[in-house]
Nanobody, 120 residues
Framework: QVQLVESGGDSVQAGGSLRLSCVGY????????MAWFRQVPGKEREGVAT???????RYAEFVKGQFTISKDNAKNTLYLQMDSLKPEDTAMYYC???????????????RGQGTQVTVS
């Protein structure tokens, strides 16, 4: 059974930092491309960062230089280091695993339940 469990969300003041974690089991974590998404109620989910099986990272323009995605295969854990947080970063953050492309769009087979980040 596939499990993706996020943690690390919290309420912080603007300018602060958080590190989100996502532990994954039940799939090929080491060779899986993975990602972080975020969603605010009433708005569409948006991609934050992806990391390939080779460790290559890509970021949404609005978090470049602010967030860092990383992966520890020995611990089956995906991370998102978030620095210089702003109120607009407030959202539920989800991790996702096992990417594939369909109709020219990058998609993911599995997604966690999310962890809430609130910046005031």
């Amino acid at each position: 059974q596939v499990q993706l469990v996020e943690s690390g969300g919290d309420s912080v003041q603007a300018g602060g930092s958080l590190r989100l974690s996502c532990v994954g089991y039940g799939f090929g974590f080491s060779w899986s491309c993975m990602a972080w998404f975020r969603q605010v109620p009433g708005k569409e989910r948006e991609g934050v960062a992806t990391i390939g099986s080779d460790g290559s990272a890509r970021y949404a323009e609005f978090v470049k230089g602010q967030f860092t995605i990383s992966k520890d295969n020995a611990k089956n854990t995906l991370y998102l280091q978030m620095d210089s947080l702003k109120p607009e970063d407030t959202a539920m953050y989800y991790c996702a695993a096992e990417c594939y492309v369909m109709d020219g769009v990058l998609r993911f087979r599995y997604r966690g339940q999310g962890t809430q980040v609130t910046v005031s």
